[in-house]
């Protein structure tokens, strides 16, 4: 019976270590085939590393390739614009009128070093050395010469980069844009008002400090305040005193008061516009002109 027993716990042991063996057989074929995979996946990734390198020095030699062209056209183009500009020039100082938008004006080298900004019945701009004749009569006859304006409307004309880099005063700045505010419906945000008699227009002083806090936001009331005798004081020196102040009686909630106003008189002698000086703004009830 002993060696019976034995032979039966021999047996088992076999079976088991037959069923183990199997497992790992099972287990030797999954890593195996894990392996293959992986070393197929490496393949591919090498290859495709490959051809990124080869794309990669395709791109570099393009890159260099445009670089070139573009270097060899930014050279023809300075030489190209030096041209131009020394044809421009010539024909300016032989009294042609050129479009503005086709100049560059810091750039052009005529005797004198100044050109002037004029526009033409065509209503476009044009450049001309001073006081030049266009013999072609290009645009029709000038309407208005950029230096025949005051300095305000020449402020008045800059857009707002422009006008930056001229002025570094706010307020100054400030008074082109409240004199463009009065010619120009554009706009849109104008405190002028329409006067009677022998103002033109007039702008309250009450009104001024609103629009100002308007056009520079986060401005602070007291800080306005101080703005508005440095706007009007900037206006009436580049307006060559077109403009003018006077203290109006007003009266409030049955008070009466007096505040400034900046007006344009009826009568100012301003180039370019006509005896109407003003666009119509709205009707406002209860103001005295």
Avoid at 169 to 194: I, M, Q
Wanted: with cysteine; proline share 3%.
């Amino acid at each position: 019976m002993s060696d019976h027993g034995d032979v039966k716990i021999l047996i088992h042991a076999i079976d088991q270590l037959r069923e183990q063996n199997e497992r790992l057989t099972e287990r030797v074929d999954d890593l195996e085939h894990d392996l293959e995979r992986t070393e197929d996946r490496v393949e591919e990734l090498e290859t495709e590393n490959k051809q990124l390198r080869d794309r990669l020095e395709d791109c570099e030699h393009e890159t260099t390739r445009i670089d070139a062209l573009t270097d060899a056209a930014r050279k023809r183009s300075g030489v190209n614009k030096q041209r131009i500009e020394e044809l421009q020039a010539r024909e300016l100082e032989k009294g042609a009128h050129l479009l503005a938008e086709t100049v560059d004006h810091c750039e052009i080298d005529v005797d004198g070093d100044r050109l002037e900004q004029l526009t033409k019945d065509d209503g476009r701009t044009y450049y001309r050395v001073p006081e030049s004749a266009d013999p072609l009569e290009r645009g029709g006859s000038i309407t208005l010469a950029h230096g025949d304006l005051l300095p305000i409307q020449q402020l008045a004309r800059m857009d707002e980069e422009m006008l930056r880099s001229t002025s570094n005063s706010l307020p100054t700045r400030l008074a082109a844009k409240l004199w463009k505010a009065r010619t120009d419906s554009s706009v849109g945000d104008s405190p002028w008002e329409r006067g009677c008699k022998d103002v033109a227009a007039y702008v309250k002083a009450s009104d001024l400090k609103h629009w100002i806090r308007r056009q520079e936001p986060g401005t602070s009331d007291t800080y306005a305040k101080k703005l508005i005798s440095r706007t009007i004081d900037a206006m009436l020196e580049l307006s060559k005193n077109r403009v003018a102040i006077r203290k109006q009686t007003e009266r409030k909630n049955g008070l009466e008061y007096t505040e400034r106003r900046l007006i344009l008189p009826e009568d100012a002698e301003i180039p370019g516009e006509t005896v109407s000086q003003t666009a119509e703004p709205p009707e406002t009830a209860g103001v005295r002109g």
